[in-house]
Nanobody, 123 residues
Framework: QVQLVESGGGLVQAGGSLTLSCAAS????????MAWFRRIPGKEREFVAV????????TYADSVKGRFTISRDNGKSTVHLQMNNLKPEDTAVYYC????????????????WGQGTQVTVSS
């Protein structure tokens, strides 16, 4: 089992930036895939971004492509989500997710979840 803890959420003005971080601890090993999802108020949780553990290949939701960047530290125990040009529509609780296995954009395939961090973007 892997424990995930998010940090970095907060309140920003539209057009501003925030960087979220997710620290992993436990039994994570080579091949552990980490991703970001978010739950917009009144909507289902949705995929945001994912990064592979070895090659560093990234995949983004169309809604954030070109604005958000997912990355890993060299030690690969921490993943970040750099969010630029934030919009009010980005307001959500952001969740870090992980799984041991192939990369996926589907939340039901992830076994480990953080508790979420609130991001609020004001107009």
């Amino acid at each position: 089992q892997v424990q995930l803890v998010e940090s970095g959420g907060g309140l920003v003005q539209a057009g501003g930036s925030l960087t979220l971080s997710c620290a992993a601890s436990g039994r994570a090993r080579n091949g552990y895939v980490m991703a970001w999802f978010r739950r917009i108020p009144g909507k289902e949780r949705e995929f945001v971004a994912v990064i592979t553990s070895v090659s560093g290949v990234t995949t983004y939701a169309d809604s954030v492509k070109g604005r958000f960047t997912i990355s890993r530290d060299n030690g690969k125990s921490t993943v970040h989500l750099q969010m630029n040009n934030l919009k009010p529509e980005d307001t959500a609780v952001y969740y870090c997710a992980g799984r041991q296995g192939p990369t996926s954009i589907h939340e039901y395939q992830y076994d480990d979840w953080g508790q979420g961090t609130q991001v609020t973007v004001s107009s």
